[in-house]
């Protein structure tokens, strides 16, 4: 009983972990007018301070994951996040822009250590259907994370200054770090990468160089893209031009959030993840279609709603498979594959994020999302074809191919 209790926190602690980062980029949204006024900055040099804390998360996973491959993961997770609780208060405290855009990188540097860590930790720790059912868990929390966060910051903007949101990231990290103490060390030393850092450049070239690895890299990374072409264009979709309250697009956020967290949890109870990610692929470029038809098209905003809640629904279906298929492919350097895995998503939201605010944002979303929806349909299909040319027929048609048997 006891070690199923210890086993549980482990899984709850690390998807909790993995959020973390998103946590950090989202949570201060809703005070970025505030923001521009208290700093007397232009809209640009704010939108610069999320840039910055994205590139952090990004360049901090590849630091991070070939250093808790050598190190272990314990030790640079507790260093990281004192780095961070540090940087915190610096944000809490900046006066000038510049100041506060540097101080974010650093947050996101050393925030980005709970996405790469807490991934590693459970390939660590286990295997085939545990891993998947572990991972579904971690994947369902990060997720969630980016379309909570700004509600969160939002509600705290109702009864606090800016700060306010620092403030709260500053008690979560020291939680965390709490939490940490009573942390097991998963990786022992004997399974540890030793030597120099050219060996660690050598770790990430090796990781990459495997193809098997690096598809569902890909295919991870484009489908968070489409999440991400979402969470960044979908203010001024739902407040602009579907005319709604601040009030009613929280509640959407919440739901499509919903639709993500059931999509990952359904994964889980895929016995073959390569199945689930076949029907998360072929679901995500059907509704990806339809989503753009509707937001053409002059219907309530509830059609549009509808589209994206089954949209997250199979996109959630691809998050904790092409997470478990990447790890289960690269066992031997959990760390640095986490790390990889988890900047690539980041490096393509930081891009899409603020293409799709070119031009009409009604055009520029829609090509986002139709583009990064088809390129990870088609490495999925290219896939199928490599090992199986009967198993296109699954990325096509998953349905008539009763992929219930493998739940």
């Not at 942390?183 to 160089?209: D, I, Q, Y």
């Not at 509704?287 to 059609?303: E, K, R």
Request: glycine letters at 8%; one cysteine or more.
């Amino acid at each position: 009983m006891q070690k199923e209790k210890s086993a549980s926190f482990l899984v709850l602690f690390m998807g909790v972990l993995v959020g973390f980062p998103a946590l950090t980029t989202d949570i201060y949204l809703p005070g970025f007018p505030t923001l521009a006024k208290f700093f007397n900055a232009p809209a640009s040099s704010i939108q610069m301070t999320l840039m910055a804390t994205m590139l952090g998360i990004a360049l901090g996973q590849l630091i991070i994951g070939p250093l808790s491959d050598k190190y272990g993961r314990k030790t640079p997770l507790v260093i990281s996040l004192i780095i961070f609780m540090l940087t915190t208060l610096g944000c809490i405290y900046s006066k000038n822009i510049n100041t506060f855009i540097i101080l974010r990188f650093v947050q996101g540097l050393s925030c980005s250590s709970g996405m790469v860590i807490s991934r590693a930790i459970l390939a660590d720790t286990y295997t085939g259907h545990k891993l998947a059912k572990s991972l579904s868990i971690n994947t369902a929390i990060l997720g969630f994370t980016p379309t909570i966060a700004p509600l969160i910051g939002g509600i705290i903007l109702t009864f606090f200054k800016w700060q306010g949101a620092f403030v709260c990231l500053l008690i979560i990290s020291f939680i965390f770090l709490f939490s940490c103490f009573g942390l097991k060390e998963s990786l022992p030393r004997e399974k540890r990468n030793g030597g120099s850092s050219n060996n660690l450049a050598k770790t990430l070239l090796t990781t990459l160089s495997n193809k098997t690895y690096l598809s569902n890299v890909l295919i991870f990374a484009f489908s968070m893209a489409v999440m991400f072409a979402y969470i960044s264009s979908s203010p001024f979709i739902f407040q602009e031009h579907y005319k709604l309250s601040p009030l009613i697009y929280s509640i959407c956020f919440g739901i499509n959030a919903l639709a993500l967290t059931l999509g990952s949890i359904l994964s889980s109870r895929f016995k073959n993840q390569e199945r689930a990610l076949q029907l998360g692929a072929s679901g995500l470029i059907f509704m990806a279609v339809v989503t753009v038809i509707v937001l053409f098209t002059d219907i309530s905003y509830i059609f549009f709603e509808s589209a994206i809640f089954i949209m997250f629904l199979f996109n959630g279906l691809i998050y904790p498979s092409a997470t478990t298929l990447a790890l289960e492919s690269n066992r031997q350097n959990a760390g640095t594959a986490s790390a990889i895995l988890g900047a690539m998503s980041f490096l393509f939201g930081g891009i899409i994020s603020p293409l799709v605010g070119l031009g009409n944002i009604l055009y520029s979303t829609s090509i986002g999302i139709i583009l990064c929806a088809s390129i990870a349909f088609f490495l999925v299909l290219q896939r199928a074809f490599a090992g199986n040319p009967k198993a296109v027929r699954l990325a096509y048609l998953p349905v008539l191919n009763k992929p219930h048997k493998d739940l």
